[in-house]
């Protein structure tokens, strides 16, 4: 029942009304949450005011002013604040004394990211280094999107290579050269569709693949 009621709890606790949190926040209320956007800032605050839920102005390092606003009674909660150190992880240590247990928190360090993960941060997000990451793997090869899961293994959205074009995925043994599964594919005009083993590849061919991320990158410089 507990667990049922974590699932179904659509509320949030945004902390920090920066671009990150800000566009979070409203991304969340599209969902259909309820966020609830706390920033010391008084500007921003009111600039979000009829965006979001509920904004209010408050100093999340003060454990009191998060009493107030009832932090404690949120399953989870995004700690947004990124340019001061200390101050997210004030937040963050403060949410976990008060029981919440899904806390999501912005770092801008690996070092930071430790920090807020020993504190008791569930989820710590590098959304610059992140990005950064990112678009350096999409401009050194030839991948049309990527996405790490976790380090060392990726998703890689690339073209069909040629010698691939008429195969079936089984003939190709893909997994047996390249190390790597794929996982979908999307024809001309059509849209992304599980893969099998008996998937014939077409010339034009988008696919998804996953892999190790040195294997990803291989296989996407054959295309």
């Known amino acids: 029942m507990q667990q049922h009621r974590r699932l179904t709890d659509k509320r949030v606790l945004v902390i920090g009304l920066g671009r990150f949190g800000s566009s979070l926040g409203l991304e969340l209320v599209s ?4 966020v609830l956007g706390v920033d010391s800032s008084p500007r921003l605050v009111q600039s979000f ?3 979001l839920t509920h904004t209010v102005i408050a100093d999340a390092t003060d454990e009191e002013a998060l009493r107030q606003v009832g932090a404690g009674q949120f399953h989870s909660a995004v700690v947004a604040i990124g340019t001061h150190l200390e101050e997210s992880i004030l937040a963050t240590s403060l949410l976990v004394d008060m029981g ?3 806390i999501w928190a912005k770092a801008t360090s690996r070092r930071h990211g430790r920090i807020l993960e020993q504190v008791g941060a569930t989820h710590v997000v590098l959304p610059e280094h992140d990005m950064g990451e990112r678009v350096a ?3 050194s090869g030839r991948m049309l999107d990527y996405v790490e899961l976790e380090e060392g293994f990726s998703l890689g959205k ?7 074009i008429g195969k079936t995925l089984r003939e190709t043994r893909v997994r047996q050269h390249y190390g790597i599964t794929v ?7 059509e849209e992304f569709t599980y893969a099998t083993q008996e998937t014939v590849l077409n010339k034009g061919d988008v696919i998804v693949v996953a892999g190790r991320t040195d294997d990803v990158e291989r296989f996407s410089e054959s295309t």
């Open 137 to 139: 793997h999409l401009l």
């Open 158 to 164: 690339t073209k069909a290579p040629k010698e691939l």
């Open 183 to 189: 996982v979908s594919v999307k024809r001309m005009g």
């Open 100 to 102: 919440v247990s899904n």
């Open 49 to 51: 005011a009829d965006a």
């Open 31 to 34: 969902r259909g949450w309820e």
